[in-house]
């Protein structure tokens, strides 16, 4: 028998063995030292000039172009070494292991940047901004010694505390119970209901934040500092808006993604989602008032058994020829949308679960009738043939 599906997140969940094979048209609404030197590159060269302080005299060597090092003032030590941008990844990486030290607002500013260069610091009100000086104000943060990525991790989630309202009075001033931005405390410490999940190695593995009705505000791009990340639902919070970050196309470990019901109005899908094709098993992004075409990228995720893009504005034709790589889909939802086209054929035989307008997206798999199982006919309701179970 075919059920109707009651709501995305609920149907995201279920056991798949549990479930009859089915494809239906339509359907009901449903609803992340010593002295002091300096060694100064010119850009035009290769010329170290190695100055000391000293005046023993000047020695002249070559060097990469892209090195910056400033070490120290006069008695200061040489470990307050710092990062500075480059668009080398050599020198990135040389400017990477020279960051060992206190934990200052330069340097943290330095690595922030070189691991998300559109993080910007400009504003003082921005969520980024503040975000930054409450770790330099939080003794546990400059103290306890914390790795890089440690302190990537730490910003992001913060920067998320406040680009989502966690520091918001009134309605949304919820956030504050919920036991995030504690100091002294890891990060994967913070939180009231196992929102928040790590390894052993306190790497960030799971973000579950879906219905917190008090969250407003946008989804910021430091979402993509948090690379270890396999489990990712931020879904059903209609106050946050904005674009979808293309930085979720970092998150390369991740398995399911869940941004269903949010308030993305005017915005289109990601293409970087693509980028996560090596892992990536669920998609939904159902009911969030995206607009603009299905990604063409989309066609890369060959993992992926369970997509939704139902009742959004999408519009343009179904990339077919790309859909069809999708060779383990298991559940498709893209009901509700202004998509035309048609269905790859090849996806009939995996489909367990599925729902299209059928006026609009040619099935070759699916018949005339009605939904069967007690539901209203849709637009044209069809059923598939070729691997729905007998009745």
């Given at each position: ?318 990339p077919t020829t790309q859909l069809a790589k999708l060779t383990n889909l298991e559940r ?60």
């Amino acid at each position: 028998m075919v059920r109707t599906r009651a709501s995305s997140s609920t149907a995201s969940r279920e056991d798949a063995d549990d479930k009859k094979k089915r494809a239906v048209c339509g359907g009901d609404k449903l609803h992340g030292g010593y002295g002091s030197f300096s060694m100064q590159v010119k850009q035009s060269g290769w010329i170290l000039v190695l100055a000391l302080a000293i005046g023993i005299g000047i020695l002249t060597v070559p060097a990469p172009a892209s090195l910056v090092v400033a070490a120290g003032s006069t008695g200061g030590s040489t470990s307050s070494n710092i990062l500075k941008p480059s668009s080398s990844s050599s020198s990135s990486k040389i400017q990477e292991e020279l960051m060992d030290g206190d934990v200052t607002e330069e340097n943290l500013k330095l690595l922030i940047k070189l691991k998300s260069p559109s993080t910007s610091f400009e504003n003082e009100t921005s969520p980024q901004s503040i975000a930054l000086e409450w770790m330099l104000e939080d003794e546990y943060t400059t103290t306890a010694g914390l790795s890089k990525e440690r302190l990537l991790q730490r910003f992001a989630m913060t920067t998320f505390y406040y680009a989502t309202g966690g520091d918001a009075t009134g309605e949304h001033s919820a956030w504050m119970h919920r036991g995030w931005l504690l100091g002294g405390k890891h990060e994967c410490d913070w939180g009231a209901f196992e929102e928040i999940e790590c390894n052993a190695q306190g790497q960030l593995r799971k973000l579950e934040l879906w219905m917190f009705d008090f969250m407003a505000g946008t989804f910021p791009a430091e979402i993509g500092l948090l690379t270890t990340l396999r489990y990712l639902d931020l879904s059903d919070n209609e106050a946050v808006g904005g674009p979808i970050p293309t930085q979720i196309g970092l998150l390369t470990q991740l398995t399911q993604l869940y941004l269903w019901g949010n308030g993305h109005y005017g915005h289109t899908i990601p293409t970087h989602l693509g980028q996560l094709s090596s892992t990536l098993q669920i998609l939904e992004l159902a009911d969030s008032g995206l607009v603009g075409r299905v990604p063409t990228e989309l066609g890369r995720l060959t993992n992926l058994y369970s997509l939704s893009l139902h009742r959004n504005d999408l519009t343009g034709p179904i990339p077919t020829t790309q859909l069809a790589k999708l060779t383990n889909l298991e559940r498709l939802f893209m009901y509700e949308t202004q998509v035309s086209g048609s269905l790859p054929s090849s996806l009939c035989p995996r489909l367990e679960e599925g729902w299209i307008d059928c006026g609009e997206v040619i099935c070759d798999c699916c018949i005339q009738g009605e939904v069967i199982g007690g539901g209203p006919p849709c637009r044209g309701a069809a059923v598939v043939a070729t691997s729905l179970e007998q009745q």
